[in-house]
């Protein structure tokens, strides 16, 4: 047991030093959702109204409606980011190292997961002081409450990024990717707006965004900060994890997955 805490302590340690030393990571991390928070909110609140009461029984404005999907973005974000440093890992071979550890390849990963997420979640906490120096600001307690959604949040977005990192081969190809999936999740999804505003223009898109786990972050995280719970949430994001941890798990295994052929 010793040596996996030793384990854990090393990889997570490592996370955080290079964020450490990566402060522009941390800078657009902050940058990129308070762009949308303060300025493209405006547009979008001239088209959706003032005010939003469905489903929190509340009356809320716009730019305290997204802050939520602004934090999942930078889960998501994030969790890109840490599958494109498991790429890099790869090409110098330190990954190689770590998988060949007498230790189980889930509890490598796990702690890989466990590191980008704690980081991930820091981030969160970061914008949202941020942004209530502009006044937008959740209920006191909902800052407590939001805290294991967004953990949960970052553990199924960090281990998408590792379902990622497994499928490329080289690292000039991982930004096409991330494009890919990130800008796609991010707009179907009620990061921006609702879905039952969305259901009124397309059906056809609320179904894409309904079935979109990160859809379920950003309720669960939604509706944390107002102090209530979002069951069906919860079970799509755990859901989803756990069918992206089997998936890395299977990608990371040179007997039979992807990195047979790349690591």
Known sequence: MNGWLIALRAIVGREFLRFIHQRERFLS???RPLVWLLIFAAGFRAALGVSIIRP???YITYETYIVPGLCAMILLFNGMQSSLSLVYDREMGSMRLLLTSPLPRWWLLFCRLLGSSAISVL?????????????ITMPGWGYVAALP???????MLGALGLVLSSLIRQLENFAGVMNFVIFPMFF???????????????????????????THVVELVRFL???????????????TTAVFAVLALWGYDPARGLMKRKV
């Open 29 to 31: 991390a902050l940058v």
């Open 56 to 58: 929190y029984q509340t």
């Open 149 to 155: 959604g967004l953990f949960l949040g970052g553990l």
């Open 123 to 135: 981030q969160v906490y970061a914008f949202l002081g941020i942004a209530a120096l502009f006044d």
């Open 188 to 214: 179907l999804s009620s990061a921006l707006y609702p879905l039952w505003k969305m259901a009124e223009s397309s059906e056809l898109l609320y179904r894409i965004c309904a079935l979109n786990p990160f």
């Open 225 to 239: 900060l107002y102090l209530q719970f979002n069951l069906s949430a919860l079970l799509w994001v755990l859901g």
